[in-house]
């Protein structure tokens, strides 16, 4: 039997949510600037129109960084830039990750190489971060970070995280709230990693069935039997692979472990 439980994901107060993200950016980014990411998909877009309802335009710097390949995302991204009138550069890295691949003698594994593209756009934030004193931007959900679904000092090598609190299917509610495009927000999430990869084919289920999981596990406590009773047996064996990537991923999300070694022994008796 399975259990009908209300779940509240699509119950957001958007109006108070998009407040408390601006009060947030404005705390944590002061006088400084901001770069971030800008793919054309539903968190980046999401990401740009609460910065640019936040700050002046000379504060934002978005950086498209494709593949030569990836024109729908360049076209995608190149809306969200006029429509918020910011600052932007298109940066290709595909010659970028061929120099990687050509100096290390090492090609054909996929997620290796995906990876090594996700670490490449996070170096070319860090730089204008650098050069121009300014605050790197995570367009991370909830959804990905719990899960894992991003690569650790690649997407998820950042100083801040302003929609990291809301589920993918809040965000696209808030999306929505924020007048983006049906297109962008409707569009097969992927972290374009490699040509044709979605996050529904690869982790086998879509958003929607993962964040209910999720609310059950994260803001009910509910373990893997109640969860099943609740969602129904068929869903058994997806229930226990979002439970499980949980637990393998979470050291995505904290830091390094460190030797501690007492002080007698690094200072003597």
């Known amino acids: ?16 949510t998009e407040e408390i993200i601006r009060d947030f950016l404005r705390k944590e980014i002061g006088d400084r600037g901001v770069v971030f990411g800008l793919s054309g998909g539903v968190d980046s877009s999401t990401v740009a129109a609460l910065l640019a309802r936040t700050f002046e335009r000379e504060k934002i710097l978005a950086l498209i960084m494709p593949e030569r390949s990836d024109l729908e995302e360049i076209q995608d991204a190149m809306f969200i830039v006029n429509k ?7 940066i290709e890295i595909e010659e970028i990750v061929k120099c990687f691949l050509n100096k290390l003698e090492r090609k054909g594994d996929l997620i290796a190489e995906g990876n090594l593209k996700a670490r490449v756009r996070m170096i070319i934030l860090y730089y204008f971060a650098n050069m121009e004193r300014r605050i790197v931007v995570g367009c991370g959900d909830r959804s ?8 650790k000092y690649g997407d998820g090598g950042v100083d801040i995280l302003p929609i990291g609190g809301l589920y993918k299917t809040q965000v696209r509610l808030l999306a929505k709230f924020l007048n ?3 297109r962008i927000i409707e569009k097969e999430s992927s972290p374009g990693l490699w040509r044709g990869q979605t996050a529904k084919e690869e982790l086998g289920m879509s958003y929607d069935e993962i964040d209910e999981i999720l609310y059950y596990h994260l803001d009910l406590g509910y373990d893997y039997e109640k969860i099943v009773k609740v969602l129904g047996e068929e869903r058994r064996d ?14 995505k999300l904290i830091n390094p472990p460190i030797a501690k070694i007492p002080n007698e022994v690094l200072f003597g008796e």
């Open 144 to 151: 990905e970070l719990a899960i894992g679904y991003f690569t």
């Open 84 to 90: 918020y009138n910011l600052q932007y550069r298109i």
């Open 238 to 251: 997806k229930i226990k692979f979002i439970l499980r990537r949980i637990i393998e991923n979470r050291h």
């Open 180 to 182: 983006i495009p049906e």
């Open 1 to 16: 039997m399975v259990l009908q439980v209300c779940n509240p994901l699509k119950n957001i107060n958007l109006k108070k």
